[in-house]
Nanobody, 118 residues
Framework: QVQLVESGGGLVQPGGSLRLSCAAS????????MGWYRQAPGKQRELVAV???????NYADSVKGRFTISRDNAKNTVYLQMNSLKFEDTAVYYC????????????WGQGTQVTVSS
């Protein structure tokens, strides 16, 4: 069984930075797509940034140039460096690991709160 544990959330002022970490326990190979999603109050969960199984990185347009996703396969950990944070980045951030196998394997973390406030 795979578990994903996020850390690094918190309260930050606009323009500030945070670094989120997601550590995976269990069997996670580099074939898994791993990424970050977020859900703001009253809104649907949305993609923030993801490493696809082919190693391609995708970002939501709203975070391009401000957020950077990175991955350490040796540590089974994915990171999200968030710079120039805005009020609208406030949300619960979730880590996800997905493998398009039969059946598919889809794991989510418990989420970590990021609040951007002055």
């Amino acid at each position: 069984q795979v578990q994903l544990v996020e850390s690094g959330g918190g309260l930050v002022q606009p323009g500030g930075s945070l670094r989120l970490s997601c550590a995976a326990s269990g069997s996670i190979s580099s074939r898994y797509a791993m990424g970050w999603y977020r859900q703001a109050p009253g809104k649907q969960r949305e993609l923030v940034a993801v490493f696809t199984s082919g190693g391609i990185i995708n970002y939501a347009d709203s975070v391009k140039g401000r957020f950077t996703i990175s991955r350490d396969n040796a540590k089974n950990t994915v990171y999200l460096q968030m710079n120039s944070l805005k009020f609208e980045d406030t949300a619960v951030y979730y880590c996800r690991a997905f493998l398009a196998s039969l059946p598919p394997k889809d794991y989510w973390g418990q989420g970590t709160q990021v609040t951007v406030s002055s």
